[in-house]
């Protein structure tokens, strides 16, 4: 292992005297975030712009589940016509049956279904917001310098545009790949694989037929989940024809992964890859948690979490964890809001929320047992430890496959879950040394980036607002029709010439034989 | 303008100190440079690793023009079939005509067979160095981590192969676009121009049709260059069918652009763009040039040099530029090697060398005079410089095109300079102030980067040396032909399949209506 690490020389630093950056100046930013685990990542965004001196003011819609104020930034709350009730009640919608019946290919079109109910909903909250007049008033009038927001849903993009803003994006993805077809990003159906596909970046026929299918079905997908959306945008902007149109006018793009993580494909010149965000802050562990993993010995301890949405399960499921939890030899630390049965095994500690990244910070973390968001998977990746997956809704089945194909990870079903299975999958990953290995490794290409996601994130932000842009990164295409993109124009024009030209020889020919025979004739005659 | 400039947080220390890249150790480098211009930025490369204590062995020809032996770096000299006089005979060829024809479309025919012819030569001396067993044998026992190589020649990519070492290309390009082709980088023509074809990335109809003749003529152009290139690989390795295969292995690509100089378009994960990595390091100007710089007034001064490679030109050429710098206000600095006609006015220095980029660095310069060679364009575009440009070769036209269409240069043509012509574009550029702007903009974009060059590419050089390769990075398009990459089999499966449901569909459907009236015919009957 070679390698100078990252101590500027004496050449470096007069490249950042000389060039580099301007100073120190505060920048107005306007954030809308989007609710629920997205807002968890760029919170951390949110809170460094914030220390590095911005003006930063977030729009909370009244009703929400996890955006709430703060003393770090400015909040200003905006009224939606949807109660808490109606939001919880929407988003438990998603969380149907997830226990109860395996997943099939119709739970496709459902999830679509339950996206669309629930974007619906966050489509009114922006209706609303944008109808506030006195609102937008005061917020035109504050001048913002960049607008950062979560694509995923539209109202960020839509304040961009009205105030004549730069929009940044910082997203993990949309459905239907909405951000690469925005942002003109060839993604081959032959080795980039569809969500949902099951496929990884290396495929057999049959599975590049599938993910050609799969690429038809998300484009007819695309027009479903973004109705709303495309109606939204027309409604309040006259210049604009879609959705896809206003995201296309985006500066830059924030995505929340990079290769270790996703299969490698054509990427943007306005894209800057920033996963793992999340877990480069580390705390030490409480008094009492720092006792507990302690004295795990060298069995180690377990992490299991389902994510920030998901804190409870079916009392018999729980039943069946803690049964495996019994039987194996490391000590568990298991965010879970449920009844604990009263035999429950000593070497659990059941607690309403963890120290997630802390925890799987500490060298005797073994396993992770997560659903597969990527929140949880970086902070895996980032402390090299192995996971267990219990893959639970929209990215999730795909993240996990990545990691499995990968070696880092087992994937089990929550639907099925027993714990012969959940004892045979730890016993496994922590006997078999390959898992930990190949989650060290990843690990520690994950680390061995240039600049550090979370400040990589604030240079683009600030650069845009220095710039009022990154006009320099987008690409032409955003100015030609699909037709034009692929040249079908140009080649259509081509086939007719050469065609005539083919047609005309042809006649040239034929006119000269017929000349040649008729004079041959003439001479026998 | 706004921004935190590049100051690291205390959480930057802190992801620095828990992850980032690994502490310092030397490595073992193997150079193989191109000979002329390129060679200019690679060394700059190659001084930092040796800076950075890496242990850097260059392989030189023992007949070169610009690569020379140094106490910075070990070098090994091999020899080559070829004399110096064959050399300069065969770079000279390049010149051939240059300053009294205008170029034409022929040109590019011409052009192509003298780089067959040069390419050759080199390749020739190549397989001397292949066929040499105990230097060979020496270099393979040496252990290298890495070749540093630029691709434009075979030879690095084919010992990076033999030896089993990853690559590190570093390079502007290649002709016929090879290295996006190698790297599996999409180039859609409708939006992305071929060289030579005087397009940019906004093109209507008829400058897209010609973009597409061009991508046919280049991919046939492809073959003829390559020709050599391609022998020789399949000369020394049986595993490897073409230059562009082995290629195709690079484990990562430095760029030497980037989107102040390019046309945004896709790219690919494992390259990184480093343009401006010769402009980084400034000195102080030596005294007479300090005092002759400063005496130019409000005026300012010109810096005119046609490259490393031309340092002459026909005395008539020379008196036209002689009489137009009699006729502008601004002193004029020269490198020129040629004779000076007795009555050359007081405001022209000629040199036979100039310390170009400290040069464009003063305040006072104002227009800088270059052929266009990625050099010189980015030690102007750095400096903030506009640039008056008379284009010789090689990519040079496309260069020029480019920053004239950014309006921060203006174009002239070698073959048919005058004085007045001369004077007026100078004229023109020295009054018109959106050169200059326009150009500032340019330089502040360039600047602002989160990694500077020459740091970047000492990164990624170590990190392929720490992880021997960066094999996250590489797309699995590399494992398939170009009719699978393009989906072809799939879409004919599908259509096949298509057309098979439909006529059986119709056959039905006919059957049903045939019955139908059958049975009509007889109740009626």
Not at 277 to 295: M, S, T
Request: net charge neutral.
């Amino acid at each position: 292992m070679r390698g100078s690490g990252w101590f500027p020389t004496l050449g470096l630093l007069a490249w950042f005297c000389c060039f580099g950056p301007r100073p120190v100046e505060a920048g107005k930013v306007l954030v809308l975030p989007v609710d629920g685990s997205h807002w968890l990542s760029m919170k951390i965004l949110v809170k460094e712009l914030v220390q590095r001196g911005h003006d930063v003011l977030v729009l909370v819609p009244e009703t929400s589940l996890l955006i709430k104020s703060s003393e770090n930034y400015r909040t200003e709350i905006y009224q939606v016509p949807y109660s808490k009730e109606d939001l919880d009640g929407n988003f438990n919608e998603l969380k149907d049956g997830l226990f109860d019946k395996p997943p099939t290919m119709a739970d496709i079109f459902i999830n679509v279904e339950r996206l669309v109910t629930f974007t619906t909903m966050q489509v009114s909250g922006c209706e609303s917001l944008l109808r506030n007049q006195p609102l937008m008033t005061r917020l035109q009038e504050q001048g913002f310098e960049v607008v950062l927001t979560d694509p995923f849903l539209p109202c960020g993009s839509i304040l961009s545009h009205l105030f004549n803003v730069p929009a940044v994006y910082f997203l993990r993805g949309l459905p239907c790949e909405l951000d690469l077809k925005a942002n003109q990003c060839p993604a081959p159906p032959s080795y980039v694989p569809m969500a949902f596909s099951g496929n990884s970046d290396v495929m057999n026929f049959p599975q590049r037929v599938k993910n050609m299918l799969m690429y038809f079905v998300q484009s007819y997908m695309c027009k479903i989940i973004y109705r709303e959306f495309d109606r939204l945008v027309t409604r309040h902007m006259s210049d604009v024809q879609s959705y896809r149109e206003l995201l296309s006018r985006g500066a830059f793009w924030l995505l929340r992964y990079d290769f270790t993580f996703e299969y490698p494909r054509p990427v943007m010149p306005n894209t800057a890859f920033i996963g793992g965000i999340n877990c480069a802050k580390k705390a030490a562990l409480p008094a009492d948690l720092e006792e507990f993993v302690n004295g795990s010995g060298d069995d180690g301890f377990i992490v299991f979490t389902l994510g920030s949405m998901v804190e409870n399960m079916p009392e018999q499921k729980a039943k069946e964890f803690f049964t495996a939890f019994g039987q194996v030899p490391q000590r568990v630390l298991w965010r879970y809001n449920g009844a604990v049965p009263e035999n429950a095994p000593k070497n659990v500690k059941v607690m309403k929320w963890l120290p997630q990244n802390d925890l799987l910070a500490h060298p005797k973390a073994k396993v992770f047992i997560t659903h597969g968001g990527t929140h949880g998977i970086y902070e895996g990746i980032c402390n090299g430890v192995p996971m267990l997956m219990f893959p639970l809704f929209g990215d999730q089945g795909d993240n996990v496959n990545h990691l499995v194909h990968r070696g880092v990870a087992e994937r089990l079903g929550i639907y099925d879950v027993t714990s012969e299975k959940v004892v045979a999958a730890l016993k496994k990953m922590t006997h078999d040394k390959s898992y930990k290995e190949k989650i060290v490794k990843l690990s520690q290409i994950n680390q061995d980036r240039p600049v550090a996601p979370l400040e990589l994130s604030v240079f683009w932000t600030e650069f845009v607002m220095r710039h009022k842009g990154a006009e320099h990164l987008r690409v032409a295409a955003h100015d030609l029709n699909w037709f034009q993109y692929h040249s079908l124009d140009v080649i259509g024009f081509l086939a007719v010439v050469l065609l005539t030209v083919l047609w005309a020889l042809l006649k040239c020919c034929s006119c000269c034989i017929r000349r040649c025979l008729r004079t041959g004739k003439k001479k026998k005659e």
